[in-house]
């Protein structure tokens, strides 16, 4: 993969989102576990009963506990938005027309382009895993076999670098991080950088005109409601910044994450770091924890690791049937 502006933000957005998740995963279900423990041995008092306060913790613990249940909901409404914007294109599809095969094959997509029956001129890249292109039989018929070419090579660069895979887990990852404002600037320049460096893929593949004839035939993309939620990368968004880059023969800058949502990502970064540090050395350290963890043995009532995972893992697996099914109510009755 080449790190072209596009994965550079890509890369810095999820190296902010793992440092609070490789916490919660280094010593975080340990946290969890003593506080769990502390609950079943002292009642309502855990927080402050025994050495260490844990309220701090709790705190914390709540907070990615909610951006846990928020970046849950994120996926499985993308994941079925997709899945409707892929049966939507199954259902418009048409044959290609040997024109449009002798292009698919010359830009190197081979089977991955579909042709959609709709008066529309639009193109898009969407799916997951194994990513592919729609291209309107409006669009088609309106553009030259060069503008087709520059759009295919647009296309091709989303394609290969999983575009519509790294949207998804980027607002996955800002639903899950509410607290750091960052993530969504990293986002929207992820994204502008992507479709900049696309279109500079099709004016070296095909020559400006090419793509500036074919840009101006897509500003519009389709009005379906799944576009806007689905693993999907196109349309008529971040247009001027296209423009402007066909008029400046450069790449032109991307507003960059104001200082505001640095310093608003730093400093929860610093205090949940902070409180995570700070709790494990208020128990008395990591020994420490893991013996909390046990709880009181003589008395019968501690609980290993094991034991608590297993007591809250049928609480999670309820509220993901839940909301799984709330999603498919709302779906169905939109």
Not at 254 to 278: D, E, H, K, Q, R
């Amino acid at each position: 993969m080449r790190l072209d502006r596009a994965n550079r933000n890509f890369l810095v957005l999820l190296g902010v989102a793992l440092v609070p998740y490789a916490l919660v995963a280094l010593v975080g279900c340990g946290l969890l576990s003593v506080i769990v423990v502390r609950l079943f041995d002292h009642g309502l008092g855990f927080l402050t009963a025994g050495p260490g306060d844990l309220r701090a913790a709790a705190v914390v613990l709540a907070i990615v506990l909610i951006g846990t249940v928020r970046a849950i909901f994120s996926f499985v409404d993308q994941y079925q938005a997709t899945r409707r914007l892929a049966a939507r294109v199954r259902e418009l599809r048409l044959p290609l027309p040997p024109a449009l095969e002798d292009v698919t094959s010359r830009v190197w997509l081979g089977s991955r382009v579909r042709l959609v029956d709709a008066d529309e001129e639009f193109s898009f890249t969407y799916g997951l895993t194994h990513p592919r292109v729609a291209v309107s039989r409006g669009l088609l018929q309106a553009v030259t076999a060069q503008q087709l070419e520059a759009v295919l090579v647009h296309e091709r660069y989303h394609v290969r670098n999983l575009d519509p895979l790294k949207v998804v887990l980027s607002r996955v990852l800002s639903s899950a991080y509410f607290f750091l404002p960052a993530l969504g600037g990293l986002r929207q320049r992820y994204s502008a950088a992507s479709e900049l460096a696309a279109d500079r893929k099709a004016i070296r593949a095909c020559g400006r005109s090419s793509l500036a004839g074919a840009l101006h035939r897509v500003v519009r993309g389709p009005a379906w409601s799944e576009l806007s939620t689905a693993a999907a990368i196109g349309g008529p968004e971040l247009l001027e910044l296209r423009v402007e880059q066909l008029e400046r023969s450069e790449e032109p800058p991307i507003s960059p994450v104001t200082s505001g949502a640095v310093i608003l990502t730093t400093v929860p970064l610093v205090i949940f770091i902070a409180v995570v540090i700070g709790t494990i050395a208020g128990i008395g350290g990591p020994s420490a924890m893991s013996r909390d963890m046990m709880g009181d043995q003589s008395n019968g009532m501690g609980m290993s690791f094991t034991d608590t995972l297993a007591g809250i893992a049928p609480w999670v697996f309820l509220a993901l049937v839940v909301a799984l099914a709330w999603l498919r109510t709302r779906h169905r009755s939109a």
